[in-house]
């Protein structure tokens, strides 16, 4: 059974950095886009970035020059490095795997993970 499982979150200080890891695991055989969304209390879920199995990225305009994403395709793992972080960065950070296909699946099908809060305050 296919999992993904974040890691990371925590308290910080503004100006801080964090680090997030999200791992996918089961009998996966292959994954397309990997990445990161994330929700603030009483807010709309919104995208934080994702990256191809290729490796190109893409940023939400909020993150631009300070957030930087990357993945393990060997180890299924997408990371988030978050840096001058801000208390509107405030919120639980959600992984997900688009068109992730499970052995003896047949076809792949979207996976998300529980989340991981990140609290920026002083």
């Known amino acids: 059974q296919v999992q993904l499982v974040e890691s990371g979150g925590g308290l910080v200080q503004p100006g801080g950095s964090l680090r997030l890891a999200c791992v996918a695991s089961g009998n996966i055989l292959s994954v397309n886009a990997m990445g990161w969304y994330r929700q603030a209390p009483g807010k709309q879920r919104e995208l934080v970035a994702t990256?191809?199995?290729?490796?190109?990225?893409s940023y939400g305009n909020s993150v631009l020059r300070r957030f930087t994403i990357s993945r393990d395709n060997a180890k299924n793992t997408v990371y988030l490095q978050m840096t001058k972080l801000k208390p509107e960065d405030t919120a639980v950070y959600y992984c997900y795997a688009d068109h992730l296909v499970e052995a003896g699946a047949g076809k792949g099908m979207e996976y998300w993970g529980k989340g991981t809060p990140v609290t920026v305050s002083s």
């Open positions: 990256v191809t199995r290729g490796g190109n990225p």
